[in-house]
């Protein structure tokens, strides 16, 4: 039984350390642009006034893919997101960890977690291209995420966050039932089950 995504260690690797500078890269104007930090005459950051958040979120491969996020903020430079919905691979469901550089309303973060994906049952799914049938089964797999993003909470609680960073499969996904996959096949599962860009925008309220 043939696996369809081989994963190479140096891509990985070299993916991994151009996540990394790309979301240095998204923090620091935005540092800049919010050094202000807490404002004056607010004794208490706005992340410890309001530290629950419950919001809506989509994306490509985020914590829920299409669903709901939950934020906690143990203190205005941590939080956990925590989140679950429906993605290509059923249903999906997460969680990580990330560092707010500000105390302010606006902040840049970082953030590294794990995701799972609930597989598309026993019944293999098809995929016809260039008159090449492949079956193929997608199994439960887990992910792992590291992110940078914004966030804007407002001081009466509307929030706002969006993140870019990068997801790595942990397993090779789909499993192959029968036939061969083509250059092409290998790509769209890739791009489904793989590894991958992430990109997701959450809105919703925090109390």
Request: positive net charge; proline residues 5%; glycine residues 12%.
């Amino acid at each position: 039984m043939k696996p369809v995504c081989l994963s190479d260690r140096k891509s990985m690797f070299r993916s991994f350390v151009f996540v990394s500078f790309f979301a240095s890269s998204l923090a620091l104007p935005s540092i800049a642009l919010a050094q202000e930090g807490t404002p004056q005459g607010a004794s208490t950051p706005i992340r410890s006034q309001r530290r629950f958040a419950l919001m809506a979120e989509a994306g490509w491969n985020t914590l829920s893919g299409v669903g709901l996020q939950a934020t906690y903020h143990f203190m205005p430079s941590l939080s956990l997101d925590m989140a679950g919905g429906l993605s290509a691979s059923g249903w999906k469901g997460g969680a990580r960890f990330r560092y707010n550089f500000l105390a302010s309303n606006f902040t840049p973060f970082l953030g590294a977690g794990l995701m799972m994906t609930g597989g598309a049952g026993d019944e293999p799914i098809s995929l016809d291209t260039n008159n090449n049938r492949v079956l193929a089964r997608v199994k439960p797999a887990p992910f792992a995420q590291v992110v940078g993003g914004l966030e804007f909470l407002a001081d009466g609680g509307f929030c706002v966050s969006a993140t870019a960073g990068y997801a790595f499969a942990l397993t090779q996904n789909p499993e192959i039932v029968s036939g061969t996959p083509n250059e092409a096949q290998r790509q769209a599962f890739q791009l489904l089950y793989g590894n991958g860009i992430s990109l997701g925008l959450a809105l919703g309220y925090a109390f």
